[in-house]
């Protein structure tokens, strides 16, 4: 499996160095990796001064795979130290979730290819869609050190069956972009569904959720905790942080986007040593 690195448009062939909100100067590069001969669209945050080795973060986004959108946090990250290569995924819309995992396996192979990159230091964080395929690749690449996952909803069988009522039009559109019902196509559920592979996790896990989202509720945080520490991971945390919904809205106040960066960095700074 190779990553090939090319241009998918003209900004791509630009650094931009800009001020992030603490001050730090970052280096942003867009640029094109390769899953399995697909194109994947990424953009690099580095610190614009790299002296030795760093480690390094892929960063996955959510179901609308907006990169951008989490750039409060890819640059933030990237001020602290890091070198942070935020992907967007392959595309195409169905059954996406059994090849997400293997898009963040990519990434990183793309990481630990760049000369300022510690490849012994390779985390990985995700938010939404992407905090359940960084549980995902956790399970399945050693490469993982550690792993932050963000509003992740990590039982996918309950959590489809709890839109039937609640929100039957969503209910629909998840069955059909899935392939039918968990009683239907119970394998592909499972296999997509995070707390099926807790054991497969051996590495320190963070786990963020606001107790307001209301898109994927915290329980589903709590159930991946509880799976993690009954399976024997040495090392998790759970942190609910009230009021908060699921893209860190604090109800009719500003985001809390603050928080989540302080957690997050304290998490990785701890366990990528």
């Known amino acids: 499996m190779q990553c090939r690195v090319t241009t998918f448009a003209v900004a791509a062939a630009l650094l931009l160095v800009i001020t992030g909100a603490w ?27 790299v002296t030795g080795r760093l480690p390094a ?5 959510g179901r609308g795979r907006d990169i951008k959108g989490l ?5 933030a990250l990237a001020e602290r130290g890091y070198i942070v290569l935020a992907q967007r995924y392959r595309d195409g819309d169905i059954r996406y979730y059994l090849r997400d995992a293997d898009d963040i396996r990519h990434a990183i192979s793309h990481l630990q290819g760049l000369p300022n990159v510690d490849p012994g230091r390779v985390g990985i964080i995700g938010h939404s869609r992407g905090g359940m395929a960084s549980l995902l690749a956790a399970a399945k690449d050693p490469r993982v050190r550690s ?3 963000l509003s992740a909803p990590t039982d996918h069988v309950r959590y489809v069956r709890g839109l039937r009522e609640y929100a039957p039009s969503r209910y629909g559109e998840m069955v059909k972009s899935r392939g039918g019902t968990p009683d239907e196509v119970p394998e592909y559920y499972r296999e997509i569904s995070a707390v099926n592979h807790a054991s497969q996790i051996k590495t320190p896990v963070l786990l963020i ?11 589903h945080s709590q159930w991946m905790y509880d799976a993690l520490v009954k399976t024997g991971n040495p090392r998790v945390k759970l942190e609910m942080l009230p009021r ?8 009719y106040r500003p985001h809390q986007f603050g928080k989540v960066v302080e957690l997050a960095s304290r998490w990785f700074a701890e366990t990528l040593k």
Do not use: K, M, N
């Open 23 to 49: 001050g730090g100067e970052v280096t942003i590069t867009p640029l094109t990796i390769t899953s399995e001969g697909a194109p994947v669209q990424a953009i690099l945050y580095q610190p614009r001064e």
């Open 57 to 61: 973060l892929v960063l996955s986004p």
């Open 71 to 75: 750039e409060w946090l890819s640059r």
């Open 147 to 149: 792993t932050v996952a």
């Open 209 to 219: 959720h606001g107790t307001l989202d209301l898109v994927a509720p915290h329980d």
């Open 244 to 251: 908060l919904g699921h893209f860190f809205e604090d109800t």
